[in-house]
Nanobody, 126 residues
Framework: QVQLVESGGGLVQAGGSLRLSCVAS????????MGWFRQAPGKERKFVAA????????AYSDSVKGRFTISRDNAKNTVYLQMNSLKPEDTAVYYC???????????????????WGQGTQVTVSS
């Protein structure tokens, strides 16, 4: 079992930055691939970024590529999402997710992730 707790969300003006953190409890965090997803009101949950267990492979959605960076610190059981040049359309609840590592990593499909956090709200004002 893995429990995930996100933090770092908030209200920011367009063009600003935020760094989200997701701390995992449980053993063998380094054996899990991690992902960030987001869900805006009335819309489906969408892929944002993903990271392999080692951090050597990453994937990003086209909408955030070049602005967001996913990283992890296995010693701290933490995955991060650095978000720069934020836009109003980035407003959503952001969720981190975990899955045991396999050939699909870094995975973009939410259904392959086994564990999810409760989410943290990010609001970008224009």
């Amino acid at each position: 079992q893995v429990q995930l707790v996100e933090s770092g969300g908030g209200l920011v003006q367009a063009g600003g930055s935020l760094r989200l953190s997701c701390v995992a409890s449980g053993r063998a965090f380094s054996r899990y691939a991690m992902g960030w997803f987001r869900q805006a009101p009335g819309k489906e949950r969408k892929f944002v970024a993903a990271l392999s267990w080692s951090g050597s492979m990453t994937a990003y959605s086209d909408s955030v590529k070049g602005r967001f960076t996913i990283s992890r610190d296995n010693a701290k059981n933490t995955v991060y999402l650095q978000m720069n040049s934020l836009k109003p359309e980035d407003t959503a609840v952001y969720y981190c997710a975990a899955k045991p590592y396999d050939y699909r990593d870094p995975a973009r499909e939410p259904h392959v992730y086994d564990y999810w956090g409760q989410g943290t709200q990010v609001t970008v004002s224009s």
